[in-house]
């Protein structure tokens, strides 16, 4: 199982940015799926999350401002984020609780992460 993550990039305050995530592998079945980020100085904290009913979370400062979709035909999780801040600069990394196999245990898988740099 192998995670990609796709779209950092420099963004100015107030900008918008689209990550994407793609999962791939032998997958029986993938329940939730993740964006962390992990900021200069602070520890890796979760972003927001999307569960397979497509029930959604959000630390508090993304509410309004970030949007988590899942899409599971295309094993790809995506984070939209709106009006962003300097404080959101971090390395952003997916991750995703699957199921290998039938058989396999419930098992969290972490894409490489992508730099946002949010200037202002």
């Known amino acids: 199982v192998q995670l990609q993550a796709y779209g950092g990039g420099l963004v100015q305050a107030g900008g918008s940015l689209g990550l994407s995530c793609v999962v791939s592998g032998d997958i029986f079945s993938i329940h939730a799926m993740y964006w962390y980020r992990q900021r200069p100085e602070y520890q890796r904290e979760l972003v927001a999350g999307v569960t397979s009913e497509d029930t959604t979370n959000y630390t508090p400062s993304a509410k309004g401002r970030f949007t988590i979709l899942r899409d599971d035909a295309k094993r790809t999780v995506y984070l939209q984020m709106d009006s962003l801040a300097p404080e959101d600069t971090a390395v952003y990394y997916c991750?995703?609780?699957?199921?290998?196999?039938?058989?396999?245990?419930?098992?969290?898988?972490w894409g490489q992460g992508t730099l946002v740099t949010v200037s202002s």
């Open positions: 991750n995703v609780l699957l199921k290998a196999t039938r058989l396999s245990p419930w098992t969290n898988y």
